[in-house]
């Protein structure tokens, strides 16, 4: 079945600090990515997406591409704020099998800690 | 435009009880996706309502059903509440069940099992 992997985390970075957050995926077909954001106390936001292959989603700073060679789809900012602060997840949309639903399958989940 | 509005935002209840949990769509969207999300974890995929019909089903059992309303406002129910069931219960709203349709989160209903 479907599955997304991220990287062990909590990761904890100073201000304007170089992000990356490793994410990979199992999924047969040609699934769409996405990357979301949690926020303390809020419900999940959606940060990013990328529907084909070797497309860039972007928003805020942060940018991913959908890798299919590596079945990858890594979260980048080349500078982070306090304010980045949450947990970040990767998740995959596939529509295999004949499936008519969009089924989200998420990963763990990777805890950003920004320090000033 | 409203957002996704989920009701209670806090519930306890004890093993063996019964539980429904609301979920008001954003305004024009026609699909529902259920998530339970357990402490520490990524969202896990309960079930889609589209147009009142469930459009598909995770791997949940069966004292996990819902339904869909007219308004495309949408239940959750749980029967025989175990303790495992504490979670943050997620419900997303999207213009189409499908794949490429985004889907626009709650904030949740916060559930303890006792």
């Known amino acids: 079945g479907d599955s997304v992997t991220q990287m062990e985390g909590p990761v904890t970075l100073s201000e304007e600090a170089f992000l990356t957050i490793n994410c990979t995926y199992t999924?047969?077909?040609?699934?769409?990515l996405f990357w979301y954001v949690q926020y303390p106390g809020e419900g999940l936001q959606l940060l990013l997406k990328?529907?084909?292959?070797?497309d860039k989603g972007s928003n805020k700073g942060f940018e991913a591409t959908y890798r299919k060679e590596t079945t990858s789809f890594h979260l980048e900012k080349g500078s982070v704020q306090v304010s980045d602060s949450a947990v970040y997840f990767c998740?995959?949309?596939?529509?295999?099998?004949?499936?008519?639903?969009?089924?989200?399958?998420f990963g763990q989940g990777t805890i950003l800690t920004v320090h000033p | 435009e409203t957002g996704v509005t989920q009701s209670p935002t806090h519930l306890i209840k004890t093993r063996g009880q019964q539980v429904t949990l609301r979920c008001s769509s954003q305004?024009?969207?026609?699909?529902v996706s259920w998530y339970q999300q357990a402490l520490g974890q990524g969202p896990q995929f309960i079930f889609q309502?589209?147009?009142?019909?469930?459009?598909g089903r995770g791997n949940f059992p069966p004292r996990f059903s819902g339904l869909q309303f007219p308004n495309y406002s949408s239940e959750l129910n749980v029967n025989a509440l175990e303790l495992d069931d504490s979670a943050l219960y997620l419900c997303?709203?999207?213009?189409?069940?499908?794949?490429?349709?985004?889907?626009?989160f709650g904030p949740g209903t916060r559930l303890t099992v006792l």
């Open positions: 305004s024009g969207h026609n699909t």
């Open positions: 999924a047969t077909g040609y699934p769409s």
């Open positions: 997303a709203s999207s213009l189409g069940g499908q794949a490429i349709h985004e889907q626009f």
């Open positions: 309502y589209y147009r009142e019909e469930e459009n």
């Open positions: 998740a995959l949309a596939s529509n295999a099998g004949g499936t008519s639903y969009g089924k989200l399958t």
């Open positions: 990328a529907t084909k292959a070797d």
